[in-house]
């Protein structure tokens, strides 16, 4: 079970301006859109579990297949924030 932040990546894949506006604790953001062009700086551990939501699960969906295309093995989408019943951060 994954007991500390530093077990895991919550990962927003929302726009920037999205995110800004309220967001999961701890999450960092890389918009979709910048997906699959480059390994991001903030995913250096490919075998490091990453939670990945969006708004309502598209965005996610999308994004959590290319991360596994580019060798990401260890990606679990959840759909979107606005199914999250729990704390948001602004």
Do not use: Q
Not at 73 to 88: H, L, Q
């Amino acid at each position: 079970m994954m007991d500390t932040l530093d077990d895991y990546i919550i990962l927003d894949v929302r726009t920037e301006l999205e995110f800004k506006y309220g967001h999961i604790p701890n999450a960092i953001n890389i918009p979709n859109e910048e997906i699959g062009h480059y390994d991001p700086l903030d995913l250096e551990d490919k075998s490091k579990p990453i939670l990945i939501y969006c708004r309502s699960g598209h965005r996610s969906l999308d994004a959590s297949a290319k991360l596994a295309l580019m060798g990401y093995d260890n990606v679990y989408e959840f759909g979107g924030i606005i199914t999250w019943e729990y704390e948001i951060t602004r």
